[in-house]
């Protein structure tokens, strides 16, 4: 029996049934899933038994996978493999997190609209959260469709953003929370990186905004004149006709297409519930400027 999919909004979010993901996929199913994940951008499969290898066995058949950005952190001790970023709210012993520890500070970054990893050159192709235990009430997840928030632009806007470069680092969105006490060591390890503000994407031929709270400045314009025209474009395209919100379900894997839409989560009790997310990462291909053939003018 092939996969089912079941649209959940028109062109953005589709639940996906009748296939087991912990066990090897039929190549023609994969085929199906990834044409799905062509037209949606976001694929919900319910109800998914998954053991860490075999999630990051699913992932592997969109790409090589990230190794987490907590390797970076100096104080960082790890509660999952590397291949997995931890969305959780727990230290390495699986409790709650301490109200003013820095890896709170750190994923408070998560509220914030972005997209996996803009602030890595090789930013991320699709992320694959699993849910292994969720909070009662709030902890949602939204995302917003950045193609159809493209599509939705006045024609001069588009042209206007044409060949648009802007520098992404993770020190942006955490600055907008107030957080800045990196080392130089930290600051070095993730360097600021270029992304376009446009891009293309390969297997729907369609265009998307490419953004992010990791974004700072646009090259070739005054800083603020940049930071405001990227205020203004998240405003645009997180409007309510543009989002999907998730409310999970234990054991659902989420995956999304980095690449064209941006996500947040929403708020829960952190210091009551325990909320057990595990992310993989799919790797870009290469740097957005790279994919698009522009080159990053002068600062
Ligand atoms: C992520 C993320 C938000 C959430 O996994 O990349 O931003 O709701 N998650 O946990
Ligand atoms: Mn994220």
Not at 2 to 12: E, R
Not at 247 to 270: E, K, N, P, Q, S
């Amino acid at each position: 029996m092939s996969i089912t999919i079941c649209p959940v909004t028109p062109n953005f979010a589709a639940e996906i049934g009748d296939v087991d993901l912990s066990r090897p996929i039929a190549p023609s199913d994969v085929a199906a899933i990834k044409d799905a994940f062509a037209k949606y951008a976001v694929l919900i499969f319910p109800d998914q038994h998954l053991s860490q290898d075999q999630h990051l066995d699913f992932a592997r058949h969109f790409g090589p996978l990230e190794t987490t950005i907590a390797l970076f952190r100096k104080d960082a001790k790890l509660r999952v493999p590397k291949e997995f970023a931890d969305v959780s709210n727990l230290d390495p012993e699986n409790e709650v997190w301490g109200k003013d520890s820095r890896q709170r500070l750190f994923q408070l970054g998560n509220r914030l609209w972005h997209t996996d990893s803009s602030f890595k050159r090789l930013p991320a192709r699709a992320s694959l959260l699993y849910a292994r235990s969720i909070p009662p009430v709030g902890g949602h997840t939204e995302f917003a469709d950045e193609r159809a928030a493209y599509d939705a632009l006045p024609e001069d806007m588009k042209r206007r953003l044409e060949s648009l470069v802007a520098e992404h680092s993770i020190f942006n969105s955490r600055a907008r929370l107030g957080f800045a006490s990196f080392s130089d060591e930290e600051r070095q390890g993730l360097p600021p990186v270029p992304q376009v503000v446009v891009r293309t994407i390969a297997e729907s031929g369609r265009k998307s905004l490419y953004l992010a709270s990791h974004a700072g400045r646009i090259f070739g314009m005054p800083e603020a004149d940049g930071r405001t025209l990227i205020d203004q474009l998240v405003a645009h395209a997180t409007q309510r006709q543009f989002i999907y919100t998730h409310r999970w379900r234990v054991r659902d894997l989420v995956i999304w297409d980095d690449r064209c839409t941006m996500h947040r989560g929403t708020a829960f009790d952190d210091l009551r519930w325990k909320r057990d997310m595990q992310r993989a990462t799919v790797c870009d291909v290469a740097n957005t400027c790279e994919q698009e053939g522009i080159a990053v003018a002068a600062a």
